[in-house]
């Protein structure tokens, strides 16, 4: 996919289902190095994604954009 930030196309986008059907994205450029994280479609930090794919009970859950 194409970079938000560098407009590149060695974009690589990773999903990662968590508990209860809710979905992780990893997004990672090879072009500009910037790495980012993106849950129910918000952008959220690395420390909020580790607590995600460490944590049991439900996180809040998402609101779709699209
Ligand atoms: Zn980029």
């Known amino acids: 996919m194409r ?3 560098c407009g590149g ?4 986008r990773i999903h ?3 508990e209860d ?3 992780l994205r990893f997004y ?3 072009r500009c190095e910037k ?3 993106e849950h129910g479609g918000e952008p959220i930090t ?3 994604a580790l607590e995600l794919t460490s944590k ?8 779709r954009t699209e």
Do not use: G, K
Request: aromatic share 6%; charged share 40%; hydrophobic share 20%.
């Open 3 to 5: 970079c938000p930030h």
């Open 9 to 12: 196309e060695d974009c690589v």
């Open 16 to 18: 990662i289902d968590l």
């Open 21 to 23: 059907e809710q979905e």
């Open 28 to 30: 990672s450029c090879r």
């Open 35 to 37: 790495r980012w994280w």
């Open 46 to 48: 690395l420390d909020e």
């Open 56 to 63: 049991h009970e439900p996180p809040p859950r998402p609101r």
